[in-house]
């Protein structure tokens, strides 16, 4: 026990005596005392002098033997026969002996002997505040969801306190909180409880657990108090739809990437929690194209490319991805897959017009062929030069926008080269370029701009005399290197210094095979020599010639047969 409490014990046993003394007086012919004692008074404390209040001589007390004699079994008190005094025996525990009884008295008989006489002795415990108020339950659970509305109550257990009166439990106290408010009520036994009551909404995303202190208060001198806490349990309801990270999440893809790849993940987050907070993704109005494109993972947020891209066929995919809780809340976000360009396009080369084949004596700067050029591919990737492989006399120049014009750029000699093979290449500026290329054979027309020409600068022809009429006797040959008409040759003779006789009568030319023939038998003695201009003429248009002189010589022949030279030995 305090100090401080048993002074304040002993002050009362004293101010009790007082009133004690007092009652005896009034009370005694009933033969009857009564005393007020505090409970819990140390063992051997006095809790009066019966000698004194019977008013008993100390030479009385000792042949008088004052005894007690109680029916209980325990002694809370005795009396000293050597001084008439009222001890405290055992500890007086007044809820132990009296429970909630308001009134709560010890009584034992006093006997006295010679005369012998009964004296009852009544002794009234007073509580004290020596309990605390204690609930039954010190943690407390609540578990409360968080659509709770205001105003619900919640019974919350009750404290209690074994002392009487002001000292028993008085009324409960709860830790300030924006949440609960308290209400004490009172049963009709007078038994007080506390009951919560929501004043606001709860929030379990913000605050999902709350902890309480209610404290129950006694009215004892001093205050005795008994906690408990409150654990407050805020479950969840699906009150948050799913959050993307991004309303609208944007990606450039290069047109190449393997099958396969990862595209994108999209995330949402619910601050729900358990299957609340389950997320499960999927595409909405996924339009057709982009359906055998893109694959999403449910559960990741994943986005898969399932097919080849192609930039030349679509640019930018839009798709909207659905995120829905296990509560059912759904929110969409949206996703623009940007393709960027790579250079996976060759470019193609196509003949708008060509003009095959061209004549040789086509000026330059004459146009063989009208080119056209495309690349699917866009930007620098689909920008095409072209250019001629190995150096001819054509040239490539640009005539409008991917067209390209071949003309020829020296002058061109069919004798010298009758074809070409013109080689166009065309590259695109992608990194690393692409090209492609196509071959023009291209023909060169035969002008004639070749005059047939002799194998010699002249001719000698030696004929022995008395030679056969009509006999061949040389032949003579020119060339021309233009082809076909161009070259088709004609022989003729123009003129001979013959002038006895018509040059037909004397000599004859093959036109076509340039054969020289005889046409008499010439004499030595007639004469000896001759000589005639042979014209060789091409078939041309117009025709080209040329002339070369023949000479003929007349062998004298004596006694030997005759001898017909032909061919000629040249
Ligand atoms: C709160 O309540 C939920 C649902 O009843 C339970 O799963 C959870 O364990 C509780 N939390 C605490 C801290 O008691
Ligand atoms: C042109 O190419 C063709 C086929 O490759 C070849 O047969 C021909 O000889 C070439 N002509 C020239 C003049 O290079
Ligand atoms: C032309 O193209 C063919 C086939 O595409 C290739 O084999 C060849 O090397 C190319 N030629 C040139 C000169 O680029
Ligand atoms: C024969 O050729 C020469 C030069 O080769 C020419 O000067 C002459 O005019 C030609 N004669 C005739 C008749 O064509």
Known sequence: MERRHRRSARALSRQVQFLLILSFIHHNIAQQIHYFIPEEMTKGSIVGNLAKELGLSERELKYRKLHSVSLDKMQYLIISADNGNLYVNDRIDREEICRKSLLCLVNLEAVMENPRNVFHISVTIQDINDNAPKFLNDNI????????????????????????????????????????????????????????????????????????????????????????????????????????????YTVNLKENIPVGSVVLQVEASDKDEGTNAQITYHFTNLPPTAKQKFRLDSIKGTIYLTELLDFEETEEYTVSVAAKDGGGLVTHCNIEIKISDENDNIPEIQLASVFNPIPEDSESGNL??????????????????????SDLPFKILPSSKNYYKLMTDRPLDREKASQYNITIIATDKGTPPLSTNKTILLQISDINDNAPAFEKASYSIYVPEN????????????????????SRITYSILTSNIEELPISSCISIHSETGTIYAQRSFDYEQFREFQLQVKAQDGG??????????????????????????????
């Open 141 to 248: 659970n609540l578990d409360t969801s968080e659509l709770t509305l205001p105003g619900t109550r919640f019974l919350i257990g009750k404290a209690e306190d074994p002392d009487v009166g002001l000292n028993s439990l008085q009324n409960y106290i709860l830790s300030p909180n924006q949440y609960f408010s308290l209400e004490v009520r009172e049963r009709k036994d007078g038994i007080k409880y506390a009951e919560l009551v929501l004043q606001k909404p709860l929030d379990r995303e913000s605050e999902q657990s709350l902890r309480l202190i209610l404290t129950a208060l006694d009215g004892g001198e001093p205050r005795k108090t008994g906690t408990a806490h409150i654990w407050v349990n805020v479950t969840d309801a699906n009150d948050n739809p799913p959050i993307f990270t991004q309303d609208t």
């Open 368 to 389: 063989i062929a009208l080119i056209n050029v495309k690349d699917r591919d866009i930007g620098d990737n689909g920008e095409v030069t072209c250019y001629l492989q």
């Open 467 to 486: 030679n056969p009429s009509g006999a061949s006797i040389f032949q003579i040959q020119a060339f021309d290197p233009d082809v076909d008409q161009n």
């Open 541 to 570: 248009s117009p025709p080209l010639s040329s002339n070369v002189t023949v000479s003929v010589f007349i062998l004298d022949r004596n006694d030997n047969s005759p001898q017909i030279l032909s061919p000629s030995p040249e």
